[in-house]
């Protein structure tokens, strides 16, 4: 099994290196019928790097994710009036 260093950006934790496991498959792929070869540390996949290729990792929108809850405000019977 072959492994890698990666690094991991921060987002709750602090940024650090993580040793990940990854496997290379041989498979053909589901839309172009190739025999292919592909390294990935998650499942097999169906398809090649050509037909479906890595998505760049997502942005972080650090901050715009957890908004501050609004304060709960009560009215009362009177300022209902």
């Keep these: 099994m072959a492994t890698k260093l990666i690094d991991v950006r921060e987002y709750t934790v ?7 496991h ?23 996949p169906l398809y090649c790097e050509s037909c479906r290729p890595p998505q760049p990792p ?14 709960m405000t009560y009215k009362s019977d009177s300022d209902l009036g």
């Design 14 to 20: 602090r940024a650090h290196q993580r040793l990940i």
């Design 58 to 71: 997502k942005k972080s929108t650090q901050g715009s994710s957890k908004a501050k809850p609004r304060p």
């Design 22 to 44: 990854t496997r290379v498959f041989n498979f053909v792929c589901k839309e172009c019928n190739q025999a292919t070869k592909r390294e990935t540390f998650g499942p097999r």
